[in-house]
């Protein structure tokens, strides 16, 4: 099955001939520009996307593979938050997000743009798919019927199990409620909070939400039972603390829920 996903994803690599790649740092999208960069090296640059809503672990994770792997990678500003619909954050944020970004990659290239799209993001609600399609952007995996476990599994096939471990992670924007505005400070302080909660706990899953209300820290199942335990006091001292330097009320802990700030009017 890996060795027809192979195929199948080259094929459409070869007929797209040069491509420019977003890359986001995240699974989907690093092992598109992994394999279309092993493959056709001289025919594909990877453009990113610094920003206040991109975690900078991204980055980072981002800038080391193309160090190690000599990637021809842009770091980009698309200047999303230059654009007052997306810091409104309204339901479709994301397309005012895309548009920006495919938008700045255009105008950089001449070659086809790319994302890490696949086949099951088709089935979420993601208006950032119609940015895409009014810049022609391709999505590799869509073309070669490659899913989520899909990316997955060539990830590992490849050695990059750094990446087929990967959590998902979208972009820090998405846990700001849905009609509050994004503003940067808001964000470094929700990067900082999963980052210490990622060093302290290691959740599968971690969320920090920015809601009408204040800060809902979502986990899963095991780490929400480790951060509400006596051994945890410290930490959880520490978060309040945090809360309260940034005007918020101390954070309270949830399961996670899928997409749980995104809320419609």
């Known amino acids: 099955?890996?060795?027809?996903?192979?195929?199948?994803?080259?094929?459409?690599?070869?007929?797209?001939?040069?491509?420019?790649?977003?890359?986001?740092?995240?699974?989907?999208?690093?092992?598109?520009?992994?394999?279309?960069?092993?493959?056709?090296?001289?025919?594909?640059?990877?453009?990113?996307?610094?920003?206040?809503?991109?975690?900078?672990?991204?980055?980072?994770?981002?800038?080391?593979?193309?160090?190690?792997?000599?990637?021809?990678?842009?770091?980009?500003?698309?200047?999303?938050?230059?654009?007052?619909s997306y810091r409104a954050n309204p339901a479709d944020r994301c397309l005012y997000c895309k548009r920006n970004l495919y938008g700045a990659i255009a105008m950089r290239t001449e070659a086809r743009v790319a994302s890490g799209t696949n086949l099951d993001d088709l089935d979420d609600y993601r208006p950032g798919l119609q940015a895409a399609q009014q810049f022609?952007?391709?999505?590799?995996y869509v073309e070669a019927g490659i899913g989520k476990a899909g990316v997955r599994a060539l990830a590992s096939h490849f050695g990059l199990r750094d990446l087929a471990q990967l959590p998902a992670s979208p972009c820090l924007s998405s846990r700001i409620e849905t009609g509050i505005r994004i503003e940067t400070p808001d964000l470094d302080f929700i990067d900082q909070i999963e980052t210490l909660l990622r060093a302290e706990l290691s959740p599968e899953i971690i969320r920090c939400r920015r809601r009408r209300d204040g800060i809902v820290i979502e986990f899963d199942q095991a780490a929400l039972q480790r951060v509400q335990s006596e051994d945890s006091s410290g930490l959880r001292a520490r978060l309040n603390e945090s809360c309260r330097a940034r005007g918020f009320p101390e954070p309270r802990y949830q399961a996670y829920r899928r997409g749980s700030a995104f809320v419609l009017p």
């Open 1 to 84: 099955m890996t060795d027809e996903m192979i195929a199948q994803l080259g094929s459409v690599l070869d007929r797209l001939g040069a491509v420019a790649i977003a890359v986001s740092g995240g699974v989907d999208s690093m092992t598109l520009a992994w394999f279309a960069h092993r493959r056709s090296p001289e025919r594909v640059t990877l453009y990113h996307a610094r920003s206040p809503a991109v975690p900078v672990a991204a980055t980072e994770r981002v800038r080391d593979y193309a160090a190690k792997n000599a990637w021809r990678l842009e770091v980009i500003d698309a200047r999303e938050f230059s654009d007052p």
């Open 136 to 140: 022609g952007v391709y999505h590799p």
